[in-house]
């Protein structure tokens, strides 16, 4: 079958690269794509939330099956638009309907959705510059830290982690008044702050059945030791060594399900992933957040380790058998370790030639914020590639990643060098 990835990420070239192995896909096609989804995939220039573009290339390309990797296009109705036209409406779509998206379009929609199924997570309550006053009170009830959640989509960015109380009021008023994240922080969102470590869980959906993928553990702070400003991900572990099976047992029965059967409750109709930011607090998992797409970098350890073939997954997924599907996991751990560029997350430069590709033994690079011009590749964004190795041991496979980093090479390339340093 002929096969469309839409985004131009690390997710969409480990998508690309996990399809393009099955004996279903025929052609392969990304919308942007990147340098690495160009050697294995045709790359069509179109933005991800074009759908009058996107749609004239499914049609033109006779595809059958369309995986939506960023959740932008998800959040404005993409699997609807499929529904409503009469041309795309067999298109299986990889990536829940608009309604559902709300799951990560709104936190506020999140946080009623887990009160509603009594899904555990952090107390909260929603503000907009109309009551920013109480705001201010319920920042008083609470102790520090202070978190603070942009409503909308804000690309990873608009959570705020605050100490000092004065400061949360006057990040609050930013959000609200001075629209720090834009139209997405016109609302914002306080919660309790939950301490413990994160982690994240996968699910496979098909609306009525579900599969878990697995767990992976991200590194969000730019900083060693996990400090300084928020990113889109440093790197990441699989399998995550904390979660024993007493707690993934928790984590199906008490959120999994939960979720699962709210969605029908709900009525919202789903046929993709459903990613769980989760946190242990002492021994009990709790939901930060929901995001209704696959997470970035981790879709770069766990897709490796899926042994399944991935196509066959998306075909029983659409076709609502997924409970027919057995999903094989290699036993190896994967690393992945994110190189960005210098400056990021705040300014930087693009356009820096990447060398040393050549050389890389025995890991895999997922090209990210990277393209190709005039024969090489250049810098093309803030986090450029992904290099994920596999290991008996997540030790072990992030030594392989460091051991093939040490060939890469662009001007002010950074990287963490702790990934993996708190389990």
Request: net charge negative; with cysteine; proline share 4%.
């Amino acid at each position: 079958m002929n096969i469309l990835v839409l985004g131009s990420g690390g997710r969409e070239h480990t998508f690309a690269w996990k399809i393009a192995q099955s004996s279903h896909c025929e052609n392969l096609f990304v919308a942007p794509g990147n340098s690495g989804t160009q050697s294995i995939a045709t790359n069509l220039d179109i933005s991800v939330t074009d759908f009058e573009a996107i749609k004239n290339a499914v049609i033109q390309n006779n595809i059958e099956l369309v995986v939506v990797g960023p959740e932008d296009p998800l959040v404005k109705g993409i699997h609807d638009y499929f529904l409503n036209h009469e041309n795309l409406k067999n298109v299986a779509v990889i990536g829940p309907q608009r309604a559902a998206a709300e799951l990560e379009g709104s936190k506020e929609f999140a946080k009623e959705f887990m009160s509603r199924h009594n899904i555990p997570t952090a107390a909260y309550q929603s503000f907009t510059k109309d009551n920013l006053e109480q705001g201010y009170r319920f920042l008083e009830s609470l102790k520090a830290p202070y978190v603070l959640k942009a409503d909308g989509l804000a690309a990873g960015k608009g959570v705020l982690i605050l100490n000092d109380l004065e400061e949360a009021k006057a990040e609050l008023k930013n959000m609200l008044i001075e629209s720090k994240f834009g139209e997405a922080s016109s609302k914002v969102v306080i919660e309790e702050f939950l301490e413990g470590i994160e982690l994240s869980c996968f699910v496979l959906t098909d609306g009525n059945d579900y599969k878990i993928l697995p767990t992976a553990k991200d590194y969000k702070r730019i900083g060693e030791g996990d400090t300084g400003l928020n990113t889109g991900g440093m790197g990441a572990v699989s399998p995550v060594p904390f979660a024993t099976d007493e707690f993934l047992s928790k984590i199906e029965n008490q959120i999994v399900k939960p979720t699962i059967e709210g969605l029908k409750k709900d009525n919202l109709p789903y046929v993709g992933f459903i990613f769980i930011g989760l946190i242990k607090v002492g021994d009990d998992p709790k939901v930060i957040e929901y995001n209704v797409r696959m997470g970035d970098p981790e879709t770069e350890v766990v897709l490796p380790r899926l042994k399944t073939d991935l196509v066959e997954i998306f075909k029983a997924m659409s076709n609502s058998t997924l409970s027919q599907v057995a999903i094989d996991i290699d036993e190896r751990a994967a690393t992945t370790i994110m190189l960005v560029s210098g400056g990021y997350p705040e300014a930087y430069e693009k356009g820096k030639e990447i060398t040393g590709l050549e050389a890389i033994e025995d890991s895999i690079v997922f090209h990210a914020g990277a393209k190709e011009v005039d024969g090489k590749v250049v810098t093309s964004g803030g986090r450029v590639m992904a290099v994920t190795s596999y290991g008996v041991t997540y030790n072990e496979a992030i030594k392989k990643s460091y051991q093939n980093i040490a060939k890469l090479d662009f001007d002010k390339m950074y990287y963490r060098k702790d990934i993996g340093f708190d389990l």
